[in-house]
């Protein structure tokens, strides 16, 4: 095998692998992100919770005093009852008391549904904020990860660039130059190995001359179909 293949081969499997951790790195921030939208929607659920809870306790306040206001003026119609000197003056009163004490048992009937609803809320403000522990407990274990897989990511990527530049140097730049190329036709595959006569990068069968050459000479050959690169490796022999 011709040495600046051997080199080649190397070349790629850094050129892939930092393919692979390119990609890596480029969805850590849509990884974040997305936990960040989790923890988000978890606050904006505890919130709703708290002002609807707000509001029907405020609602609740004001039938509670419009129940207070009612019973003033059934306590003010009664008073007058006692000063009143004709039978149609006292019916009158019976009738407005009679008319202000339904308006209380609707007001008391408000009063009770949002008691309810408050009830209610209450629990779901509980449980909302029970959420929202979890997914913060969560959120940090998730980005905390995430970290040091970005970490190791980014430290990784740079040792494969380091020994990269370390192949590119001991290859002979018009051979290098080829590589690229091919590369960038083939999805960084630029090499494939000649395996039973055939091109493993396109499954495509090898001229007997070409594939016992890529055997046997150090001369660089390439696939007629696909034009990688192809180097040969010996089998394995059986222990």
Not at 56 to 74: A, G, I
Request: charged residues 40%; contains cysteine.
């Amino acid at each position: 095998m011709h040495p600046d293949v051997k080199r080649l081969i190397e070349l790629q499997k850094t050129d892939l692998r930092i393919a692979e951790l390119t990609a890596q790195l480029e969805i850590f921030p849509a990884k974040l992100k997305e936990i960040e939208a989790r923890l988000e929607r978890a606050k904006k659920a505890l919130d709703a919770a708290r002002e609807r809870s707000t509001q029907v306790h405020k609602e609740r306040k004001k039938f509670e005093l419009d129940v207070d206001s009612w019973r003033e003026k059934v306590t003010k119609y009664k008073d007058q009852m006692l000063a009143v000197k004709t039978n149609e003056a006292y019916r009158a009163l019976q009738h407005e008391i009679q008319a202000v004490e339904e308006e209380i048992r609707k007001a008391e009937d408000r009063v009770l549904v949002k008691m309810e609803e408050a009830e209610n809320l209450e629990r779901e403000v509980k449980e909302d904020e029970r959420l929202l522990r979890e997914t913060e407990a969560w959120a940090k274990q998730e980005q905390g990860q995430l970290e040091a897989e970005r970490t190791a990511a980014r430290d990784d990527f740079a040792r494969q660039e380091a020994l990269r530049r370390e192949w590119t140097v001991q290859i002979d730049s018009d051979l290098l130059d080829r590589y690229h190329r091919i590369a960038r036709l083939r999805r960084g595959l630029a090499l494939a190995e000649a395996r039973d006569e055939m091109c493993t990068g396109c499954n495509v069968r090898l001229r007997p001359q070409v594939f016992s050459e890529v055997k046997t000479s150090q001369q660089v050959q390439t696939c007629d179909s696909c034009s990688r690169i192809l180097y040969y490796l010996e089998p394995a022999v059986a222990g």
